[in-house]
């Protein structure tokens, strides 16, 4: 019998020979992500892929003030924008979807990943009353300097108080059955020097602040890096705000939401494998 196992998902055969058995194992390593380009798109807040086709048109959606205005556009790999519409503030709100006919792949939601989400602390709130330090995921000391130096916080390592939320926005399997790229969104509960009161007339000393992250999981492992880690962004680009992802013919994109100061950005990588065969023969008298 003749076996050819592909690790990974990939398939397997088998052909009968009396009496001998030949295994060949060709295993898929995990996959190397190079960064090729970006492009910026028009607006500087949040954005999310509607798909791609086969002819690696991607399909982008951004939405903008807080009045949920929506632009929605065909982008080529190299930034040239083939299609767009925008209700541009509410001035054109008579408008028609793009056409997504062409679409061969979407985003997916978070849903084999969904165990890496949590919710705790409210997004303020009174610490002694609400018991901030049994309602939040705790950091380290280490943590919380790094996190406080990345993101240029002026605030103390002790009025960090935690996470009091983590969420996967979006999730791209890289490698089957268990490799992720992840969009995932986090809130950070921090103390407040004096106690503050809202719109409402409702006292808080205690706030949250929203990040989003990128990172590779393995449901295998079931290890996720330190959030301080998660902040360096991905190969070859610092993120602002990933808010969605989507893999592809071995590339890779992120929707990268924008600021004040930055437009909303795609970034694209290669998906590179190596695979490795291992052959190996073994004999089983009297085998089949």
């Not at 009396?18 to 500087?44: A, E």
């Not at 991607?58 to 299609?83: C, K, M, P, R």
């Not at 880690?229 to 989507?246: A, E, S």
């Not at 600021?259 to 795609?266: L, Y």
Request: a negative charge; glycine letters at 6%; aromatic letters at 8%.
């Amino acid at each position: 019998m003749v076996c050819v196992i592909i690790a990974q998902g990939c398939q397997h055969s088998c052909i009968n020979k009396s009496n001998s058995s030949i295994m060949v194992r060709k295993m898929v390593s995990s996959p190397t992500l190079n960064y090729l380009t970006s492009f910026d798109l028009k607006y500087r807040e949040d954005c999310n892929f509607l798909g791609i086709t086969d002819t690696m048109t991607l399909y982008v959606e951004e939405i903008y003030t807080e009045d949920s205005w929506i632009a929605q556009h065909a982008v080529t790999l190299d930034g040239t924008f083939q299609e767009s519409i925008d209700e541009d503030y509410g001035k054109n709100t008579q408008l028609s979807p793009l056409a997504e006919d062409a679409i061969v792949a979407r985003p997916q939601t978070g849903w084999h990943c969904m165990s890496l989400n949590f919710s705790g602390a409210r997004h303020r709130g009174m610490r002694v009353s609400e018991r901030i330090a049994d309602t939040v995921q705790p950091l380290s000391i280490h943590a919380k300097m790094k996190i406080i130096d990345k993101l240029g916080l002026d605030i103390a390592p002790a009025m960090l108080l935690g996470v009091a939320e983590s969420y996967v926005i979006s999730e791209a399997e890289l490698t089957r059955p268990n490799l992720y790229l992840l969009c995932r969104r986090f809130r950070l509960a921090y103390a407040l020097p004096k106690e503050q009161v809202d719109v409402d007339n409702n006292p808080y000393d205690y706030d949250t602040l929203v990040i989003y992250v990128a990172h590779t999981y393995d449901r295998d492992l079931g290890i996720e890096p330190a959030l301080e880690d998660m902040l360096d962004g991905m190969p070859g680009k610092k993120l602002n705000r990933p808010m969605d992802c989507l893999h592809y013919n071995d590339h890779l994109f992120i929707a990268d939401g924008g600021f004040a100061d930055r437009k909303s950005a795609i970034h694209i990588w290669k998906v590179e494998r190596e695979t490795i065969e291992n052959d190996k023969q073994d004999r089983y008298s009297g085998y089949l």
